[in-house]
């Protein structure tokens, strides 16, 4: 629903952005876009068949939330839109009638999606399920997240946290000044392929302050991000389980990426997942990331996983705490527990070491627990690491022992630090492993 009237009887500001009332876009250099006009067209309700809002100098205010319900609504080249002051904007489709909200926006001539009050914060653009989709090219979302999911001024749904569901395509995406986190995508809402470059600044609260939210696997789809002045420059990757559960690439995006609160678990049962990370990228954890699963008994009840951590001398991978200010033991660490073909190289894992919730029977000092920055293998023979699987690895910080080996074999070894170095570790560089024979009054530290 739709009408006309004129902004200026209405006492509303012309100002679409920096002051400036010749380009509607976030950038003030749009010199493509006519100056505003002075004219209004209201927007509220159900739109129940496909619109384009014209750029031509008119604002398009939308007084009370806006759903697409079915259809698309396009934003043609330089379009202002003004949500009133907690207003969301809602695409709503369904495998029968798909809803889409395309913003074709140009580097000369933006888009721009805003607060008819700065002071106010609209809502959201928000996505339900994989039939409702966004397409952002040259837009701005400013001054929203009112009521929305963690404050987000852009917040999509997909469907499952296990999967990949793309919802949402962005060339040069903008999110400023959002209440809480700039961008929710829930239960595998993930980027269409060829997305490029979201920026989000001046964002977040105490409560809500990542700049992303996101699911595991969707994470793998993230563009290269800009993240400027947020109460917190990263990613937020969270799910009711934390599972890895097939193939991830995490790209080194920008940001690092900060694991929330479960532990992390790459296995699946029935498949062999593989984590590939890419040098330069950090990635913070509140619990340990768990890498392969052994079953007890025969191995038809194992889940082998892959991880495969390149990273370079100039842009090594980190693993490491997500406190503001790190010390040792703050979270568990790493476990490779049936990760045949695994590879770090280049690899820092810092402040570690701290409580895992996990008894082995190897040989470890007798005094001490099972509580290590880097934890290998689990009880039988079934997953025994190569030296040659770890390269210029770092382990800093260590509460407790550096790599606690708990794989069990007739004799003790392998011996695979000869390419680690140590600083700060509280006990063992590494831990005898078990031995089939029993530990024979022998346990302690291998190195």
């Keep these: 629903m739709q009408r006309s009237l004129t902004l200026v009887a209405l006492g509303l500001s012309l100002v679409a952005c920096g002051g400036s009332t010749a380009a509607p876009g976030a950038d003030a250099g749009a010199v493509g876009c006519p100056q505003l006009n002075g004219n209004e067209t209201a927007h509220e309700g159900d739109l129940t068949k496909d619109e384009t809002w014209a750029g031509d100098g008119t604002v398009h205010h939308v007084t009370s939330e806006l759903t697409l319900r079915g259809v698309t609504l396009t934003l043609a080249p330089c379009a202002v839109v003004k949500l009133d002051a907690q207003v969301q904007l809602t695409v709503d489709g369904s495998q029968a009638t798909p809803a889409k909200l395309v913003s074709q926006g140009t580097a000369a001539r933006p888009v721009l999606i805003t607060a008819t009050d700065a002071t106010k914060p609209w809502g959201s653009v928000r996505g339900y399920y994989v039939y409702s989709t966004v397409d952002f090219a040259y837009t701005t979302l400013e001054n929203g997240g009112a009521l929305a999911t963690n404050g987000a001024s852009l917040a999509l749904r997909g469907g499952d946290d296990n999967a990949v569901i793309p919802v949402v395509k962005v060339d040069h995406l903008t999110i400023s000044r959002s209440a809480g986190i700039g961008l929710v995508l829930e239960s595998g809402a993930a980027f269409v392929a060829g997305s490029a470059e979201v920026t989000i600044k001046d964002s977040g609260n105490d409560t809500d302050n990542a700049a992303v939210q996101i699911a595991p696997m969707a994470a793998g789809t993230l563009p290269h991000l800009n993240l ?25 995006v920008g940001a690092p990426y900060y694991f929330s609160f479960d532990k992390v ?19 913070r954890f509140d619990d ?6 052994m079953g007890s008994g025969t191995t038809t009840s194992d889940e082998p996983a892959t991880l495969i951590a390149v990273g370079t001398e100039a842009q090594p991978i980190v693993f490491t705490s997500s406190k503001a200010s790190p010390a040792a033991g703050d979270w568990p660490g790493l476990w490779l527990v049936l990760a045949p ?73 392998p011996d695979v630090t000869g390419s680690f170095t140590f600083d700060d570790v509280g006990r063992c560089k590494q831990t005898k492993n078990g031995r089939t024979s029993g530990c024979g009054g022998q346990e302690g530290c291998l190195q």
């Excluded at 002045?229 to 389980?241: D, E, K």
């Excluded at 340990?288 to 699963?293: I, K, L, R, T």
């Excluded at 701290?354 to 099972?370: E, R, T």
């Excluded at 040659?388 to 080996?405: C, D, L, P, R, T």
């Design 265 to 283: 678990r790459v296995h699946v049962t029935g498949g062999s997942p593989t984590l590939t990370i890419d040098p330069g990228v950090e990635l």
């Design 288 to 293: 340990y990331m768990e890498v392969g699963y």
């Design 341 to 413: 073909g695994s590879r770090l190289e280049h690899v820092h894992i810092d402040y570690a070491g701290g409580f895992n919730g996990v008894s082995s029977a190897n040989c470890k000092p007798l005094d001490s627990d099972d509580h290590a920055a880097l934890m290998i293998g689990w009880g039988n023979d079934r997953y025994v690491p190569a030296a040659s699987s770890f390269v210029g690895v770092s382990i800093s910080h260590s509460k407790s022992h550096a790599i606690n080996a708990m794989w069990t074999t007739d004799s003790f070894g």
């Design 228 to 252: 400027s002045n947020n109460n917190q420059n990263l990613i937020r990757v969270v799910a009711n389980l934390l599972v890895v559960p097939g193939d991830l690439h995490l790209k080194n």
